[in-house]
């Protein structure tokens, strides 16, 4: 039987994950629009709500689960539709629309630890004189963490991660279209470097190299914000 805390923590982060896809997703469709495409916003893609993002198991079964075991996650959100004809330079804006997401969780990174910062400066989070108020501060540590952690993941240069797009959008012309042929093969690499670790039971040097990336990288915005 679960803990209710743990029950409690589960929700949580799967709530604070729901709302930087959100944003993540958003990113997406804005861009597109942006560039010549109003594919996503004719369909209602372009929006904050998070139920016009929610996948069933990518967006909340997978990512609870993970999140009730312990252990790390991963889920998706509905692919925002895109239209390539309707781009004037499809392979370069394709590339920036797929950057977009992590761009948009990097952004968000640096409002939570703003945030944050304006609420230790200004006294209304006494971190070392309050129980609540350190665990208000530790839950938005761990939603900036999140957010880098959705970029990081998201970059990795594998169909149908945002990455893959991004590298196939810098590569030459020639390079690109024989990186383009992997994509078929991306999903299957994708699922067996998340749980073939887990099955066979050693470590997953992916998860632990992105954990470093996503720390890194927060440490480093933590302290241009001024709360490192």
């Known amino acids: ?3 209710p805390n743990a029950i409690w923590q589960a929700i949580l982060i799967v709530t604070q994950f729901i709302i930087l896809l959100t944003f993540h997703e958003w990113g997406h469709a804005k861009s597109a629009n942006m560039l010549g495409d109003p594919t996503a916003r004719d369909q209602g893609r372009m929006s904050l709500n998070p139920a016009v993002h929610i996948d069933p198991i990518g ?3 997978l990512p609870l689960i993970g999140s009730l075991f312990g252990g790390g996650f991963f889920g998706w959100a509905k692919p925002v ?3 390539p004809y309707n781009l004037r330079h499809p392979r370069r804006d394709i590339m920036l629309i797929a950057a977009a997401g992590p761009f948009m969780n990097i952004v968000l990174t ?3 630890l703003g945030i944050l910062k304006l609420l230790l400066v200004f006294g209304v989070l006494e971190v070392t004189e ?3 108020h350190f665990r208000i501060k530790r839950e938005l540590v761990l939603s900036a963490f999140i957010s880098v952690f959705l970029a990081a993941f998201n970059m990795l240069p594998l169909f149908p ?3 893959f797009s991004v590298v196939n959008g810098l590569l030459p012309e020639n390079a690109s279209r024989q990186f383009s042929k992997l994509a078929p093969y991306g999903m299957p690499i994708l699922i067996a470097l998340i749980f073939l670790p887990y ?3 050693i470590p997953n040097y992916i998860f632990i190299f992105l954990r470093y990336i996503s720390t890194e990288t ?4 933590g302290k241009i914000v001024g709360v490192r």
């Not at 927060?218 to 915005?221: A, C, Q, R, S, Y």
Request: net charge negative.
């Open 218 to 221: 927060l440490d480093f915005i």
């Open 59 to 61: 967006t909340l079964f």
């Open 1 to 3: 039987m679960f803990n």
């Open 161 to 163: 991660l945002d990455g």
């Open 199 to 201: 099955i066979i039971g």
């Open 81 to 83: 539709p895109v239209n």
């Open 110 to 112: 640096f409002i939570i």
């Open 130 to 132: 309050s129980v609540v």
